[in-house]
Nanobody, 119 residues
Framework: VQVVESGGGLVQPGGSLRLSCTAS????????MTWLRQAPGKGPEWVST????????VYADSVKGRFAISRDNARNTLYLQMNNLKLEDTALYYC?????????????WGRGTQVTVSS
């Protein structure tokens, strides 16, 4: 069972990035998938969850209207489109296999991809 995040980088405030998460070793199409993040010196934070079919998604208030979660079940890939990035979005971003409760299940996360928002 593996999830691998990619797509992070350095971006200026107001910029955009798209993160990807490639899954393997489990039946991707049967799982909700989630994005989490952890900023330096802070605990992990739930960002967004999408259902197994990609029909329903929910977001943390801090990213609502700026981030969009999606998935391509044919490619076993999860995405997070991040627009209008803010300094406070700087964090290590993880995808996890499951719903919002995976915030407490470190074993379901990948290794993360770093997003740094800086001018």
């Amino acid at each position: 069972v593996q999830v691998v995040e990619s797509g992070g980088g350095l971006v200026q405030p107001g910029g955009s990035l798209r993160l990807s998460c490639t899954a393997s070793g489990f039946t991707f199409t049967t799982y909700h998938m989630t994005w989490l993040r952890q900023a330096p010196g802070k605990g992990p934070e739930w960002v967004s969850t999408i259902d197994s079919r990609g029909e329903k998604s929910v977001y943390a208030d801090s990213v609502k209207g700026r981030f969009a979660i999606s998935r391509d079940n044919a490619r076993n890939t999860l995405y997070l489109q991040m627009n209008n990035l803010k300094l406070e979005d700087t964090a290590l971003y993880y995808c996890s296999r499951g719903g919002r409760n995976t915030l407490a299940m470190r074993e379901t996360w990948g290794r993360g991809t770093q997003v740094t928002v800086s001018s």
